[in-house]
């Protein structure tokens, strides 16, 4: 009986074993997860003790993330796949300290950035004391509604003017967008309403294009994990607009930024926009509780676009004046004066007039929650 329960005993440990063998193979060892630190700098540290320590970052084969506050410069370590020793960055001269970061994500939390980033677009600042309206139709159709839409925008008070120029649709025989034309029609109507655009890159093949014509580049919701263009996204020179999944969790969100900043780009604007539940009551069911969660972790600006959470117009305005109710920096709205003729989302646009009404709504409400319009 001894001997037959050391046999099972040891059957069991190889078979033990060999499903920790395979699991290293395909997924690495457990000491190989990515464990990134920050180091803070002291708040006299000179320009060339901060070069110094990215110096020696840098020849460890890692990658270094300058990022100058208001009071200490911060860098933060990536590419590590095990442990650092702390050891190696606190003797360093202007080191103040040496910090592991909790979070699976890195550049996009305020471990690595305490303060708020405020990404400049001309003149328009997101994530700064104001709140900023962007507002224009689904799909660029023509130039002439293109700028009739973009004049009424502008005198509404919107700081941005949206379009799409390429549509991702559920239906292959939907209307798909312009393509380069609808692009070519939103620069010139940008240059001549003096409004910076915000469009949509389905995939690299356009992002060149985007990047090129408009002045932020959009992340739909369905590509939010598309890994490949987030990180071509990352190094095309433009701000991005990275939207939430249909059904991805804040982290998941958070995560898909971190492969952006992870390429250069610190000018990233995340967007909640629904997500999709067993509600029928609206087109999705839009999360404000994303809101206030992302910004206590991540010092990314957050808006929010009502038009595709409601996916009703009637929604829209109440769900806008609630979104900056939680806090966020701003919303996406989708308008048309001509809402029974548009090529796509014509039952969640909202008319111009409604669209006055709304932003008299939000200048009320902005000062309750200590911003401004």
């Given at each position: 009986k001894a001997r037959a329960r050391a046999g099972v005993v040891r059957?069991?440990?190889l078979m033990a074993a060999m499903i920790a063998s395979r699991a290293a193979v395909r997924y690495g060892p457990r000491s190989h997860h990515p464990n990134p630190m920050l180091i803070v700098m002291k708040r006299d540290a000179t320009a060339e003790?901060?070069?110094?320590?990215?110096?020696?970052?840098?020849?460890?084969?890692?990658?270094?993330?300058?990022?100058?506050?208001a009071q200490r410069t911060a860098i933060g370590i990536t590419g590590n796949l095990g442990a650092l020793d702390r050891g190696s960055f606190e003797s360093l001269p202007g080191v103040f300290d040496v910090i592991r970061v909790s979070h699976p994500f890195k550049l996009v939390s305020r471990e690595f950035q305490p303060s708020d980033t405020v990404v400049q677009i001309g003149r328009v600042a997101i994530g700064g004391p104001e709140v900023v309206v962007i507002g224009?139709?689904?799909?660029?159709?023509s130039y002439e509604q293109t700028l009739r839409l973009a004049q009424r925008v502008r005198a509404a008070g919107a700081q941005l003017f949206r379009g799409g120029a390429y549509k991702p649709r559920t239906s292959p025989y939907s209307f798909q967008g312009l393509g380069l034309p609808g692009l070519e029609i939103l620069a010139r109507v940008s240059e001549e309403v003096g409004l910076p655009t915000v469009t949509e890159a389905l995939d690299i093949d356009v992002l060149d294009a985007v990047a090129e014509h408009a002045d932020v580049v959009q992340i739909g919701a369905r590509n939010m994990q598309n890994y490949t263009l987030l990180k071509r996204a990352g190094r095309c020179g433009k701000p991005i607009l990275l939207k939430r999944g249909m059904t991805s969790t804040v982290t998941e969100l958070l995560l898909a930024a971190e492969y952006i900043l992870d390429q250069g780009n610190p000018n990233v604007i995340l967007c909640e926009r629904g997500i999709r539940t067993f509600a029928d009551h609206a087109r999705n069911t839009l999360d404000l509780s994303a809101v206030?969660?992302?910004e206590k972790i991540s010092h990314l600006p957050v808006i929010v676009d009502p038009s595709h959470?409601?996916?009703?117009?009637?929604?829209?305005?109440p769900l806008a004046r609630a979104a900056i109710a939680a806090g966020a920096d701003g919303v996406m709205i989708e308008i048309h004066d001509r809402p029974a003729e548009a090529l796509s989302d014509s039952e969640q646009a909202i008319l111009p007039e409604e669209m006055d009404r709304m932003m008299n709504e939000l200048r009320a409400l902005a000062?309750?929650?200590?911003?401004?319009?």
């Open positions: 059957r069991r440990v003790e901060v070069a110094g320590v990215v110096s020696r970052v840098e020849t460890m084969g890692l990658k270094a993330n300058a990022i100058p506050g224009g139709p689904c799909s660029i159709e206030p969660a992302i959470a409601a996916g009703k117009s009637g929604m829209v305005r000062p309750v929650v200590d911003r401004k319009m």
